[in-house]
Structures are given as structure tokens and as C-alpha cells.
């Protein structure tokens, strides 16, 4: 195991070396827990300026292009962005792999297990669950350990697989709902979501599902009904489309760089490669930069709106997605 910070090594020494372990992938690292991400994006080299983020609150029809500017679309961001989560996690588990399969293309933080360590990256909320008393099944979170409460809500959670990796890395993990921006964070309005377990994790398509838990059945409510309005204006617009979709459609991401608040950007898919029996990864335009991990990627005109294809990475050909079926 490497000693990433060890004696004369100073943070910033340290962060870029990390930053190399993690190769193409996108989380936002930190050495100083949440304190040190606004330093980060302020210092980043990806996207300097980050002039090509729209903050959400200030999302419009206008920062479309001029064919895509349909009300109905701008609803569909917005509700993909009422669903989006930033997801923090402090732990790296001692199961992480070395590769992620046998093309022996490194697993980003192995060399960083059990190490103390802040790790960003985003996520997307999807099903959801509320158990009653006449379910009987105790809520797992930390709180009700041993209490035995029995009226409780699930969130699932899909992130990439290499930003929350097992059960050990899943109870080490938040997921923030409602960070649309600083002053969202600095008011209240956020809820943070602590996850308690994994569900589907596929490693070599890169996807991972966290399982959360909450007592506000009323945000429960709310991603319930985000994901029902998302699902039927996205049958809307899928019908409107011509199908088989041509390359250059536009493609959306709604993410948390470098761990801070919600933003927006745009462009369009360049690829589609097909990659296993019915599954495709897709190379964008789009602009992302650490702490955009597992971000939902949006395609204009994609029936599967729901389970669908979760920001991975960048390479010199682009932004790339991990595997989901087309």
C-alpha cells in the first residue's frame, strides 16, 4: 500500500497523487471533510472558471439550445434535479478490488482502504418504501439501534459503483437531499440521508445502489411523486421523438462538482459503444468535473428515464457513462 501522505508529503501533494489512483473517474477527494471542497473547486483544473455550470436555482429555457427550449423539458430537468443527491462518504472499504475487471484497469482508492479519507460524488433517488408497524421490520438506521421502530422510510440511491463500493462504504455514507444551493446548505433546507446498506452493485458496468433510510416520510412523499411526474412527462417526450435516436441528441447532467451545490450543464452524445448483451455506455459533451461521479446522464428522448445510464468518468475522447441497457 502506497503512503500517500506520509512524512514531508503536504496536502496538496497528496490530493494530486490521490486524484492519479482514481485515473478517469470523477469524485472530489478531501483530506479536510467538507471544509476543504469549496477550496477545491475554487483550485480546480478541469474547468477553471466552471463557466459552462448553471447553477440550478438560476436554470432556465435560455441556457438551452434554441430547439430544445420546451417547457416541458425544463420541467424534466428540474424534476431530475429534485432528485439528485450529493453523496459523501468517509470510509474506503478493505474489500475494494485492485482492477475492475481483467482488463486490469485500476479500481480508483484501493491503494486507500480504511484510510482516513472524504470521498464526494453524486447519486440519483429512485425507489423508495415506507415500512408501518404492521410490517414488522425495525428500522436499521444507527438511531434505532436496538429501539426497535418499526415506522420508517427507504430511499434506493444509484451512484457509480466506484464512489460507494460495499455495505462497509455504505454505512459510512450520506446522501444530501436539497443542496440546490449554499444558501439552501446555509438556511436548513438540506436533509442528509444515512445509508445503511447496498442493493444491486454491478462492478464491472460501474453502478451501485444505496440503500438509505429516513423518518421524514414527507421527503419520501416528495421523491415518490418527483419519480411518478419524471416518468410520465418523459413517456411524453420520448413519443415526440424520432426514433432510432440520432447521434448529437442532447444530453443533461444535473451534479454535485466538486461536493457543493447542484449544477446544470449541457451538450450533446458523440458515441454510443455497445458493450455487453444490451447494454451501451455513451461518450459526451457534456461538461462534469470531480464530484460529478454517478450523476444521472440524461439523453433527450431515452424511454429508460429511471434506471439509466450514471456519469463514470472522462477520457481525451470525452465524458463517458458506465454500462446501462439502451
Not at 455514507?173 to 444551493?181: A, L, V
Request: aromatic share 8%; glycine share 8%.
Amino acid at each position: 500500500m502506497s503512503d500517500i501522505e506520509g512524512p514531508g508529503t503536504t496536502t496538496s501533494q497528496a490530493r494530486t497523487e490521490l486524484n492519479l489512483l482514481q485515473g478517469n473517474h470523477e469524485c472530489e477527494v478531501s483530506f479536510n471533510g467538507e471544509a476543504g471542497l469549496h477550496v477545491y473547486r475554487n483550485r480546480c483544473t478541469k474547468n477553471p472558471n466552471h463557466s459552462k455550470f448553471i447553477p440550478l436555482p438560476s436554470f432556465t429555457a435560455s441556457d438551452l439550445p434554441l430547439q430544445y427550449g420546451d417547457e416541458d423539458i425544463v420541467q424534466t430537468v428540474k424534476l431530475n434535479a429534485s432528485l439528485t443527491v450529493r453523496i459523501c462518504c468517509t470510509q474506503t472499504s478493505l474489500d475494494r478490488p485492485q482492477f475492475f475487471a481483467d482488463d486490469l484497469q485500476p479500481f480508483p482508492f484501493y491503494n486507500y482502504q480504511r484510510r482516513p479519507l472524504t470521498r464526494t460524488g453524486t447519486g440519483r433517488a429512485w425507489s423508495t418504501r415506507v415500512f408501518k408497524d404492521s410490517d414488522n421490520t425495525p428500522c436499521p438506521c444507527s438511531k434505532c439501534t436496538g429501539v426497535g421502530n418499526k415506522t420508517w422510510g427507504r430511499v434506493s440511491v444509484y451512484t457509480a459503483r466506484h464512489v460507494v463500493f460495499d455495505k462497509h462504504e455504505a454505512r459510512n455514507t450520506s446522501c444530501r437531499f436539497g443542496y440546490d444551493s449554499e444558501e439552501h446548505l446555509r438556511d436548513g433546507l438540506t436533509v442528509d440521508l444515512e445509508g445503511v446498506n447496498i442493493g444491486v452493485a454491478d462492478h464491472h458496468g460501474d453502478l451501485c445502489e444505496i440503500i438509505c433510510v429516513t423518518h421524514d416520510l414527507g421527503l419520501v412523499e416528495k421523491i415518490t411523486q418527483a419519480r411518478i411526474s419524471l416518468m410520465k412527462l418523459n413517456a411524453k417526450i420520448y413519443n415526440a421523438c424520432v426514433h432510432p435516436l440520432p447521434s448529437g441528441i442532447f444530453v443533461i447532467i444535473v451534479s454535485h462538482p466538486h461536493g457543493c451545490s447542484k449544477q446544470v450543464t449541457v451538450g450533446e452524445w458523440t458515441a454510443k459503444n455497445s458493450v455487453r448483451e444490451a447494454e451501451t455506455a455513451y461518450t459526451y459533451t457534456t461538461d462534469t468535473c470531480p464530484g460529478s461521479s454517478g450523476a444521472a446522464v440524461y439523453i433527450l428522448g431515452r424511454l429508460g428515464v429511471g434506471f439509466c445510464h450514471l456519469h463514470s468518468g472522462s477520457t481525451n475522447q470525452g465524458n463517458v457513462s458506465g454500462y446501462w441497457m439502451n
